[in-house]
T-cell receptor, first 115, second 113 residues
Framework: DAGVTQSPTHLIKTRGQQVTLRCSPKSGHDTVSWYQQALGQGPQFIFQYYEEEERQRGNFPDRFSGHQFPNYSSELNVNALLLGDSALYLC??????????????FGPGTRLTVL | GNSVTQMEGPVTLSEEAFLTINCTYTATGYPSLFWYVQYPGEGLQLLLKATKADDKGSNKGFEATYRKETTSFHLEKGSVQVSDSAVYFCALSGYSSASKIIFGSGTRLSIRP
């Protein structure tokens, strides 16, 4: 079992650019959640995808968008990058159907640096 | 809204010392409570969890008890090792599989040999 995988590992962008981060969930999981972890802080919930739709969203601007594919993998897109978007972006997967556990399994993260 | 407050770090202890990291929460309803650990250069790993009042979660010598009366979920270990050096996050989540996880700000723990 490969667990949750994310790509790329590291990314450097400049202000105003756009970025796409990718996540493959753990085998058997159908739900993907994304979190932003700023340096020295706890992760903050961005949004969650289930059945290819955004199921809930945290307090992040519309510059942050996502997508889930039929194979349950997911992308996080950030437009018009700001310096403050520099962070570790974590993907977590879970079994989201009725009766599923609230336990989420995290990937190693993508470190985004905005210059 | 729901929130988690945990002891600020960094915490530095000698090997074999007793560890307590305090965590309190504010939540409506009956959340599940978690401790996650983040080792240097690695992702978040679930350390232990408790899903209802008076439950005790335990793993790798760490323990935490869900105390509804004090809204607390303090992490303890009787004898820490150098390999326990990491950042520890207290967190809560609703009972549903659709629930997001709300994290505390993290406590960095360093263990001296």
């Amino acid at each position: 079992d490969a667990g949750v995988t994310q790509s790329p590992t590291h990314l450097i962008k400049t202000r105003g650019q756009q970025v796409t981060l990718r996540c493959s969930p753990k085998s058997g999981h159908d739900t993907v959640s994304w979190y932003q972890q700023a340096l020295g802080q706890g992760p903050q919930f961005i949004f969650q995808y289930y059945e290819e739709e955004e199921r809930q969203r945290g307090n992040f601007p519309d510059r942050f968008s996502g997508h889930q594919f039929p194979n349950y993998s997911s992308e996080l897109n950030v437009n018009a990058l700001l310096l403050g978007d520099s962070a570790l972006y974590l993907c977590a997967s879970s079994w989201g159907s009725a009766g599923g556990s609230n336990e989420q399994f995290f990937g190693p993260g993508t470190r985004l640096t905005v210059l | 809204g729901n929130s988690v407050t945990q002891m600020e770090g960094p915490v530095t202890l000698s090997e074999e010392a007793f560890l307590t990291i305090n965590c309190t929460y504010t939540a409506t309803g009956y959340p599940s409570l978690f401790w996650y650990v983040q080792y240097p250069g690695e992702g978040l790993q679930l350390l232990l969890k408790a899903t209802k009042a008076d439950d005790k979660g335990s793993n790798k010598g760490f323990e935490a008890t869900y105390r509804k009366e004090t809204t607390s979920f303090h992490l303890e270990k009787g004898s820490v090792q150098v390999s326990d050096s990491a950042v520890y996050f207290c967190a809560l989540s609703g009972y549903s599989s659709a629930s997001k996880i709300i994290f505390g700000s993290g406590t960095r723990l360093s263990i001296r040999p």
